[in-house]
């Protein structure tokens, strides 16, 4: 779920950084540029791990910023296909769930992926969410957000930036994990 990821970048070191030490300036401005962000076929910027190399420090011409070529490691998410993760219900409609870590929103669980037989039927408590519910045997098992829900990664994706985005549409997602819970010990942690 989660790796550390060796970088090297040139970067451009402000000014108002350099009454700083060095290595604390350079941290703050990788963190500045890295953090929350989301590399493709990579992962999910989450920390810098420590600062293995600093070279340079030139002056170009026309600029007041001392430029550095920094070898770095980063801790990044990026979940393995087959990982087991525990994760909360964000929303739930009639394509399926939709999970999330915390820190990290676009898991999607599709319909045909909950255990079968499952149906929706409208939630009581929010008008305009649906509420899936699992039939085995005589006993209907609900999910409805209270616990956590262990799902199975079936596929990690990272989409192309789109040109243009319809209005109202969703925002864009640079990362998209697809889950099952079709299998015995997933789903809500209460049916087990």
Not at 10 to 21: A, K, N
Not at 75 to 96: C, H, Q
Not at 130 to 149: A, C, M, P, Q, S
Request: glycine fraction near 8%.
């Amino acid at each position: 779920m989660f790796y550390t990821s060796k970088i090297q970048h040139t970067l451009r070191l402000p000014p108002h950084l350099l009454s700083l030490p060095l290595d604390e300036a350079i941290k703050i401005e990788l963190e500045n540029i890295f953090l929350d962000k989301l590399i493709a076929n990579l992962g999910l910027c989450i920390s810098i791990y420590d600062i293995d190399e600093i070279e340079g420090g030139f002056i170009y011409p026309g600029q007041g910023a001392s430029t550095h070529k920094v070898k770095f490691r980063l801790i990044v998410f990026r979940p393995f296909v087959g990982e087991i993760i525990s994760a909360k219900l964000k929303e739930s409609d009639a394509n399926g769930l939709r999970l999330s870590l915390g820190f990290f929103y676009d898991i999607y669980v599709p319909s045909h992926l909950l255990p079968s037989p499952s149906h929706f039927e409208p939630d009581p408590y929010r008008r305009y969410d649906v509420r899936w519910t699992w039939e085995f045997g005589d006993t209907k098992y609900i999910i409805d957000g209270l616990d956590e829900i262990k799902f199975r990664v079936l596929s990690v994706k990272y989409p192309p930036i789109p040109i243009e985005q319809a209005e109202g549409s969703k925002p864009f997602a640079p990362m998209v994990i697809t889950g099952s819970i079709d299998y015995d010990g997933l789903g809500p942690v209460s049916w087990w």
